[in-house]
Structures are given as structure tokens and as C-alpha cells.
């Protein structure tokens, strides 16, 4: 028998009982719909998290904290030794020091950290000046809001302001450990930017200007990979030297393993739902087999092959499971947008960056689909295979 007549038959058996057909598609449709909802919701708290630790830019940029060796310091040695590693663009070092800032009329003084680095640095730790631009050459810093409202000061009034500036240097950090801490006092600088930053009073400087002071080894370097494939080979060369490394994509893998079973709880709940459309799509096919016993014998008995029997009633479930299937998407990837849209216009109310909580990434769209038709599959096959076993004649006689 061709297939378009079995397709044929099998929607006639469905929409001759209407209401039945239907309790039991939106039985699938709920299941599927809650699976994609939940697992969907899922897939966008991951992406929300992770774009907040990284950009796709920091997939390339490797941290390499200072060594704590005696036979190893972040040095200018060190920074020619990496770049010879290759696969390298960019080595941008930096010092973190503490320091003391205060107005040249005042007494008293404002303790402050001290951050000195270079525009490569800046560029790839994502350091952009609110107002007014980075430091450059020995005597601009850059100041944070927190820095400016200790000072009592404002954007308008901070940017052009000379102060005196103490720089406090580590023997670690120094050309010689042996001459102990020293303090830089009384340098002089002017403000030419401001960061947003308001946790903790901070200055950014350039590396010009602490070198001045003999700050001229590293208290971290990051090093940006030509791609990201080249960062798990230089990582094991920095080991190879005795440094360590610390790499945004290790936390993101520890976030996505999580997600991954957040994940599978969501679908989890879901998946109840599905099971018992499944069983409900089941019981609909085993009494549309009942109720039909008779119509199959006489099939039989008119020369339909047992095949034709089995494609007809497994027609019937993949109908129920695909129409489910595809309405529980759409509604589950519906119900998600809708709500995306919804978050969306609040955070631009309060001034905020949009929000998509809920993501449906198309190979999770597919497999759902695909999954949808299986559940189909595996609702019809006893009621297909009983019907193949049928006698004809036991079935012409049922009643």
C-alpha cells in the first residue's frame, strides 16, 4: 500500500475521534514545551554568567601572576624569554603598589592603590577612561570615582588637578631586594581621566613613571594569543619555566559544566510532563486498537499485508508526536521570547543593558524535534505490533 494512503487513513482515524486526538497532542505539546522552556532558560543564565566573566576577546588573553621564585622574577628577562615562545602578540606587564596622594596646599593625605601599565594593558584588561584619557608619559594618572570622592572632589573639578604623589616600592619589585621598601614621596602629577570604578580608591599610572622610582619588576603580565587554540601550548611553556598561569576559560568550562547540570535538572522536570503524555498518547493508541479490532481483521482479510497494518498505526503516533513536538516548541520558544522582550523593556526603563534570560540554541531546537518524533516511535510500537499479530478471523468475531 503507498505510503500517502496510509498517511491518508491514519488522519482519518485521529479526527474521527476530534477530542481525544487533541487532549492527548496537548499532552505532547505541554511536555515538549515545558522541556524547551525550562532547558532554554537554562541556556541563557549560562550565557548571561559568562558574558559577565569574559568577551570572546579574553578567550586569547592569558594572566601570569608573579612567580614567588628566587631564580624566576617578572622582569624585562622574563617578558624577552615569553615573547619567544610564540604565538604571542602581545606581553603588557603591570605593578601594583601602594601609595599616598594629596593636594600640594594640604596636610593630609589620601592612601591609595597604585596601578602602572601600558596601553597594551589597558587595552586588554578593558580599561577606558569615563572622562577625559589614560595616563601617558611620567606625570598623568587616572583617577576612580572612589579616589575623586575622597578628595571631595567632582568630574569637573578632578580632571587637570595637580597633587603630590607617594609611591610605596616592595624590595621585591626593586632592581635591589637588598636596599628594602622604599618610598617615592612628593612626585609630582596631574589628573587627566576618570574611571567609573567606585569599590576601592584607585590610580592608574604609566610605567614610565614608576620605572623613575626603580618599581621595574612585574607584579603580573597578560599575554594576548595570535588565536585561541595557541593558549593551551603556551600555558604548558610557562609552566615549563616555572610560572604560573590563570586563563578566563577555566572558569567559564567550570561554569558550563554547572549550567550543564542545571541544565538536565530543568529537563528533568519537563521531561515528567512528557511522560505522561506519553503514557496518555499510549492509552489513545491502545484504544483506538480496541475500538478498531474488527476494522483490522477485515483489513487482513482483504488482503492488507502486515506491514501496511504496522505503518498505519505507527503513522498515527508519529502524527501525535510530531504535531506535539513542533507546538511544544513554538509555544516553549514563544513563552521564552516573550518573556525576553518583556525583561528587555524594563532594563531599558531603568537605564540598563537588555537581558536574555531565555536561549534556544538551533541544535537543541533539532533535537528536541527529533526527540519528539522518538517519543512518538516508542507510543506506538506495542499497539502497532499487536495489531500485526492479530488473527483475522479472531477479529472478525470481536465484539
Sequence with gaps: MRLR????LAFKNLFSHKLRTSLTVIGVTIGIGAIVFLVSMGYGLEKLVTSQVANFNAF?????????????????????????????????????????????????????????????????????????????????IVVNHSFMSLMGENSETMIGQSLDLDVIIPKELRNNEDDGIKVAEGIKVKVVGITKDDKTPVILVSLELLAKVDAVKYSSL?????????????????????????????????????????????????????????????????????????????????????????????????????????????????????????????????????????????????SVAIFSIIVGFLTGWYPARRAVKLNPLDALRYE
Excluded at 593636594?103 to 584588561?125: F, H
Excluded at 593558549?231 to 578566563?248: A, D, H, K, W
Design 222 to 366: 597578560k599575554l594576548k594569543a595570535d588565536q585561541k587554540e595557541s593558549v593551551p601550548g603556551i600555558r604548558t611553556q610557562l609552566e615549563n619555566i616555572g610560572l604560573s598561569s590563570e586563563y578566563v576559560g577555566d572558569t567559564v568550562n567550570e561554569i558550563s559544566q554547572v549550567f550543564s547540570l542545571f541544565r538536565a535538572i530543568l529537563g528533568a522536570f519537563g521531561l515528567i510532563a512528557l511522560v505522561v503524555a506519553a503514557l496518555g498518547a499510549f492509552n489513545t493508541l491502545t484504544i483506538s486498537l480496541l475500538e478498531r479490532i474488527r476494522e483490522v481483521g477485515l483489513f487482513k482479510a482483504l488482503g492488507m499485508k502486515n506491514k501496511d497494518i504496522y505503518k498505519l498505526f505507527m503513522a498515527e503516533s508519529f502524527i501525535i508526536g510530531l504535531s506535539g513536538g513542533v507546538l511544544g516548541l513554538f509555544i516553549g520558544e514563544s513563552l521564552g521570547l516573550a518573556i525576553n522582550m518583556i525583561l528587555t523593556i524594563l532594563a531599558k526603563r531603568a537605564g540598563t543593558d537588555s537581558i536574555t534570560v531565555f536561549l534556544t540554541p538551533f541544535s537543541f531546537a533539532v
Design 60 to 140: 586569547t588573553v592569558i594572566d601570569v601572576p608573579a612567580a614567588n621564585l628566587k631564580t624566576l622574577k617578572l622582569d624585562n628577562g622574563a617578558v624577552e624569554k615569553i615573547q619567544g615562545f610564540g604565538h604571542i602578540e602581545k606581553i603588557a606587564p603591570v605593578i601594583n603598589l601602594a601609595g599616598r596622594v594629596k593636594k600640594p596646599d594640604s596636610a593630609s593625605s589620601t592612601e591609595t592603590v597604585i596601578v602602572g601599565a601600558n596601553n597594551d594593558y589597558w587595552k586588554m584588561s578593558d580599561t577606558a577612561p569615563e572622562k577625559g584619557a589614560l595616563p601617558s608619559g611620567e606625570s598623568s
Design 5 to 8: 494512503i496510509i498517511i491518508k
